[in-house]
């Protein structure tokens, strides 16, 4: 059974950064691509960015609009962990992020394992 962990969550204010981390259990477990999503108090979840773990796009990273230039997704192969570096963070940005391993499909969407969440607040 495959378990991922979060850390990193906290409370920081406008412009400040974070950084989270997601851990995954499992010695054979080989991810074909790690994620980032987010929910805001009454909104649906959100993509927020995504790295390919294998095979021929090994590495490249995907973001959504609202992020890209201030988040940075990278990975830890060997500890089979991906971050996520925040900065520039803005009130907006104040949601539970969940991490999301093994796509099944869409890697902006569709996701065989998830974290329980980790509480990120930007106040401003």
């Known amino acids: 059974q495959v378990q991922l962990v979060e850390s990193g969550g906290g409370l920081v204010q406008a412009g400040g950064s974070l950084r989270l981390s997601c851990a995954a259990s499992g010695r054979t477990f080989s991810p074909n691509a790690m994620a980032w999503f987010r929910q805001a108090p009454g909104k649906e979840r959100e993509f927020v960015a995504a790295i390919s773990w294998r095979g021929l796009s090994a590495g490249m990273q995907y973001y959504a609009d609202s992020v890209k230039g201030r988040f940075t997704i990278s990975r830890d192969n060997a500890k089979i962990t991906v971050y996520l570096q925040m900065n520039s963070l803005k009130p907006e940005d104040t949601a539970v992020y969940y991490c999301?391993?093994?796509?099944?499909?869409?890697?902006?969407?569709?996701?065989?394992?998830w974290g329980q969440g980790t509480q990120v607040t930007v106040s401003s």
């Open positions: 999301a391993a093994d796509s099944s499909g869409s890697l902006y969407r569709d996701y065989n394992y």
